[in-house]
């Protein structure tokens, strides 16, 4: 699991870091990181990963702007639908904000909240990302990992995934997302059986091909876009669509 805090106040944001390590090491869990940041910006560019592992603290009010921290989660949210977001705020009010914003929370956690009653919240909702993240990997979900990279995504989005032209990476396509991360197309296939590799440079998610060319040896996906598929594959990839009706 990684955690991440975006908190502008110093002393709010030592807080929340000594009080996440403590519960890490309290319930020995498998945290792979805790960041702080005071920049939304900073935040949404170090969270590469996507999944359920993916657990966010979030002030409301960033810089005197009283909607940042949803305007965040709303990028998290959209970017990530599997991400646990959590406010950690004095702004309890614009808790019903959060349903313009789509936003669904883990919970809305008041700064000012009595110390024992604060940091139950906290580890509450870390245990609870935790087990969230654990479930969520045998549900219906697309799930990588690697010395590299921990890569979760809902199986059902997943369209194909193909080579980088940067060495050793593959980029990993949906109808409205796009993702490039250190794998090998082999190394996916082993990982989730569901997925076919087509071609050289192609796996193939066979839930979501809608049409496949014989003569042109293409792979149409259902958002218009295609994947080439090799001769001696053609026959295990039609074979493969048909046991799915």
């Known amino acids: 699991m990684n955690i991440f805090v975006l908190e502008d106040d110093f002393a709010q944001q030592t807080r929340m870091e000594t009080l996440i390590k403590e519960i890490v090491a309290k319930h020995k869990l498998d945290v792979e990181s805790v960041e ?22 979030l002030d409301i ?29 004095t702004h309890s009010e614009f808790m019903p904000l959060s ?9 809305y956690i008041d700064k000012e909240l009595e110390t024992v009653d604060f940091e139950k919240r906290i580890e509450d909702n870390i245990l609870y990302a935790q087990t969230r993240d654990s479930k969520t990997v045998t549900e ?40 490039e991360f250190t794998a090998s197309l082999s190394d996916i296939v082993k990982q989730d059986r569901r997925l076919l590799q087509c071609h050289r440079s192609f796996v193939i998610n ?40």
Do not use: W
Not at 36 to 57: I, M, N, R, T
Not at 65 to 89: H, R, S, W
Not at 147 to 157: T, V
């Open 36 to 57: 702080v940041y005071g920049k939304p910006d900073h935040l949404l560019a170090a969270s590469k990963e996507k999944g359920a592992h993916q657990l966010f603290f």
């Open 140 to 179: 219906d979900s697309f799930y990588f990992q690697s010395k590299y990279n921990q890569i979760q995504y809902p199986f059902n989005d997943l369209l194909y995934i193909e080579t980088s032209p940067r060495p050793h990476r593959v980029i990993l396509h949906t109808a409205v997302d796009r993702m």
């Open 206 to 245: 066979p839930m979501n091909v809608i049409k496949v060319d014989r003569h042109e040896r293409i792979a149409y996906l259902k958002d218009g876009s295609t994947c080439l598929v090799a001769r001696h594959k053609m026959d295990l990839l039609l074979k493969t669509i048909a046991d799915l009706h």
């Open 61 to 89: 009010e960033i810089k005197n702007d009283d909607m940042k921290g949803l305007k965040v989660a709303k990028e998290i949210t959209y970017k990530d639908p599997y991400a646990n977001i959590v406010f950690v705020t």
């Open 99 to 107: 349903f313009k914003y789509q936003i669904k929370a883990l919970d």
